[in-house]
């Protein structure tokens, strides 16, 4: 039996969760581009060192994005990933599939490409790891055949994504997948063709739960929300009470404005609604018991990004709350505002977060014509530095 | 042939199963009925039960198939995939469960990660396909689950604890707000190659890329200079030209950073915090990211109150109680010195010794 060729990876097959390295191997079984790549790992982890170089400007017909440019540097030594690009391909609202479906996406991916993929990328989209260039515009002809568009990348509209939403989530304020499904259609031209000072993200959670991490790092966030009383079955409060829960020290006592009361005699709950600032804690643990209120809608805020260039932000209250129906044509001016305001004063690399920090929430504001509230702060500013229109000084 | 474009994704209504069409929007509450399995009713009365199944995001076409064929075999040819790349079967028949359960158990998929766990990892490329990476990201990840496995498919803990792995600076999919992130750095400035920079770069980019003004312009000989000390080696200059690579064996590696939180639930949403500044990459198993990231799970898991994730932990005990704790040395790079950094300074004599 001839030696492993890989064995730093293969100790990567042990264990209890599931190896990536068999992954790989059941596609180098395969697939040549699969077998180099592979190699090319295996010469990484002895050397402790990437081996890729940088994208050149690949792509598909009428399209500026989708498609990541990726080019080995030992390309000699292992010449079927000398060229192995990615595509980002549009993930289904909140990744719901049939096997059909997946089985055409396989059957595509196997004939042009590495046989690899990521299920899915940090972004929403499906990854297709490894194509050579000429490999690129057939196999988006037969993605585009079985229903499968390109994704985002570079300065454009990044593909957005949303978490399950009404599809099997009781906590859902409004209808993430439809939402995220029209605004796809919607901004196409802006998804596609990158005309952007930089990347732009929108993530939809349809609850202060935030599943798809909207607030950390999407440039737009839209977060469910509601308006009125939270709705109580006391049956269902009874039943997680007499179900191993505390509910005085694992609900009312953990309620940040304590706006909560138990009685453990009559088993009943009450929220004082007011004072009630929604963040989710209580219908967590009571899912039987408490629902989001029935006057729904969504929390809008902006900026949210990570460290590149000038630090993470997360984003910021600007619209406190709007109603989200169809057409959600409310929603979509506010966004196509937004993009105007950024791209006519954003630098190159400029996140919408570090333009509103360099020009101010205020001038954001008045540019989309949004009004000031105290829900947009944590608290008033310390400082005397602050600035009057003239008009107002007269 | 025009090529079509601009046609978008699949439209998910026609990838959804007939229960969730049914009651689409008109789900009632939901059972968390043990690791890995969650019951949802509907106001119909009619029921789904999820199967939550880990995997290592970097998958083959071959496990696609796989996966599909148990859908087919357990769920009427449906499933979806979660925002941390895990697989969910949707199970209309609660006959089909417990069968799909053990069928799972049997072929090595691993069963859990919903609840008071330690959910999949959200993670990078690394060296697999990046071209910027400090470390890799599938390999550690796979290391940290392995030893953290017992914590997926269990509830042990006192709340969940979100763990993630970024293999640069860019931080892509949101690993700064994780109760756990381990996140690649590189140590060295960038050498700059003058030939490379000249030919494929455009300089005033490259020197606006920097957030710390370290690159300066060279036009005599239509390059650029970095000034070492001002740099911190983020990798943005690299991103923007190629002429520029920092990568380099002994430089990079890894640092730890917790108490980060995405949801909103009883405090806001909040980063997490350096507390190992530098580790170093030692594939395939990078046993020393390892054993920190256990050592932090289990001080957490011993001292916090049922419910408090990491960060709140730590802002109730204080940070200077958690080094303590974690018997984590407490390093000068600990302390901030980037554009907020007084922020994050103390100004009181109350603290614990």
Redesign the interface.
């Known amino acids: 039996m001839s030696e492993s060729k890989t064995p730093?990876?293969d100790?990567?097959e042990?264990?209890?969760?599931?190896?990536?390295?068999t992954?790989?191997k059941?596609?180098a079984e395969k697939n040549e581009s699969?077998k180099d790549?592979l190699h090319q790992?295996e010469r990484?982890?002895e050397?402790?060192?990437?081996?890729?170089?940088?994208?050149g400007i690949v792509g598909?017909?009428?399209?500026g994005g989708g498609v990541i440019g990726?080019y080995s540097e030992l390309g000699d030594e292992f010449p079927a990933v000398s060229e192995?690009h990615?595509f980002r391909v549009?993930?289904?609202?909140?990744?719901?599939?049939?096997?059909?479906?997946?089985?055409q996406?396989?059957d595509v991916?196997?004939k042009h490409g590495s046989?690899?993929?990521?299920?899915?990328?940090?972004?929403?989209d499906i990854i297709l790891?490894?194509a050579p260039t000429d490999a690129l515009?057939p196999c988006?002809?037969d993605l585009?055949e079985i229903?499968?568009?390109l994704g985002g990348s570079g300065s454009d509209m990044r593909t957005p994504?949303c978490?399950?939403g009404?599809?099997?989530?009781?906590y859902?304020c409004f209808?993430t997948?439809e939402l995220l499904?029209n605004i796809?259609?919607e901004f196409?031209?802006e998804l596609?063709r990158p005309m952007f000072p930089y990347k732009s993200k929108i993530k939809i959670s349809g609850c202060?739960?935030?599943?798809?991490?909207a607030?950390?790092?999407s440039d737009i966030s839209v977060?469910g929300t509601w308006r009125d009383k939270i709705q109580v079955n006391p049956e269902?409060v009874a039943y997680h009470a007499e179900n191993g829960v505390d509910i005085q020290?694992?609900v009312v006592d953990?309620?940040?404005t304590e706006c909560m009361a138990w009685d453990a005699n009559k088993k009943e709950l009450k929220i004082e609604d007011a004072e009630c600032n929604r963040?989710?804690?209580c219908i967590?643990?009571l899912?039987?018991g408490l629902?989001p209120g029935k006057e729904r809608g969504a929390t809008i805020l902006v900026g949210g990004k990570?460290?590149?260039?000038?630090?993470?932000l997360?984003s910021w209250v600007i619209v406190p709350f709007m109603k989200m129906e169809e057409p959600f044509d409310e929603f979509k001016e506010l966004v196509e505002n937004i993009w105007e305001w950024w791209d006519e004063n954003g630098?190159?690399?400029e996140r919408l977060g570090e333009l509103i920090n360099r020009l101010g929430m205020r001038e954001f504001l008045k540019a989309v014509n949004l009004p000031p509230a105290p829900q947009m702060i944590k608290e008033p500013r310390a400082n005397p530095y602050y600035f009057w229109d003239p008009e107002e000084v007269k | 042939m025009a090529t079509k474009t601009d046609f978008g994704p699949p439209y998910f209504k026609d990838m959804l199963p007939p229960v969730i069409e049914k009651n689409y929007g008109k789900w009632l509450y939901h059972d968390r009925v043990k690791p890995g399995l969650l019951k949802h009713v509907a106001e119909s009365g009619d029921e789904i039960y999820t199967v939550r199944v880990g995997s290592g995001r970097l998958v083959s076409t071959d496990w696609i198939r796989d996966v599909c064929e148990i859908a087919d075999k357990f769920c009427g040819g449906h499933l979806r995939f979660t925002s941390r790349h895990n697989v969910e079967f949707l199970v209309s028949d609660e006959a089909q469960v417990e069968p799909l359960i053990a069928y799972l158990k049997e072929h090595s998929y691993p069963v859990g990660g919903t609840g008071h766990s330690i959910t999949n990892p959200v993670h990078t490329q690394g060296w697999i396909h990046c071209h910027t990476p400090a470390t890799d990201a599938s390999g550690i990840v796979k290391a940290v689950m392995d030893d953290l496995f017992e914590y997926f498919e269990d509830w042990k803990l006192p709340a969940y604890c979100r763990v993630a792995l970024a293999c640069c600076l860019n931080m892509c999919g949101a690993v700064h707000c994780s109760d756990i992130a381990i996140l690649g750095i590189h140590r060295k400035p960038p050498v700059v190659n003058h030939d490379t920079v000249r030919a494929k770069c455009e300089i005033p980019n490259v020197i606006a890329s920097c957030p710390t003004g370290a690159i300066r312009p060279d036009p005599k000989n239509k390059t650029v200079k970095v000034i070492d000390e001002k740099c911190m080696y983020c990798g943005n200059c690299y991103t923007m030209c190629p002429g520029m690579p920092l990568n380099d064996p002994v430089g990079d590696g890894l640092s730890i950073w917790v108490g980060g939180k995405i949801s909103s639930a009883r405090t806001p949403p909040k980063f997490s915090r350096l507390v190992i500044p530098f580790l170093p990459n030692t594939p395939p198993r990078w046993p020393e990211t390892v054993s920190a990231v256990r050592n932090i799970v289990e001080v957490w898991a011993k001292h916090a109150r049922k419910h408090e994730r990491m960060g709140e932990w730590i802002d109730r005990i204080g940070w200077e109680r958690f080094f303590d704790l974690a018997e984590i040395p407490f390093e000068v790079q600990l302390i901030d010195d980037f554009t907020l950094a007084p922020e994050t300074f103390r100004s009181t004599p109350t603290f614990k010794w």
């Open positions: 730093l990876l100790d990567l042990q264990g209890p969760w599931p190896s990536f390295v992954e790989m059941r596609a699969a790549l790992l990484s982890y050397d402790r060192i990437g081996y890729w170089k940088h994208g598909v017909r009428g399209y990726r192995f990615t549009n993930q289904p609202s909140g990744w719901f599939y049939t096997t059909d479906k997946l089985r996406l396989c991916w196997d046989g690899l993929t990521n299920l899915h990328g940090a972004t929403g790891l490894g515009q988006f002809d585009a229903g499968f568009d994504s978490c399950v009404p599809g099997r989530c009781e859902a209808d997948l499904y796809t259609m196409q031209n596609h202060p739960n935030d599943c798809v991490a607030i950390p790092r977060i269902g020290a694992e953990l309620c940040p963040c989710m804690h967590n643990i899912p039987r629902r990570a460290p590149i260039v000038h630090g993470a997360l630098k190159m690399r």
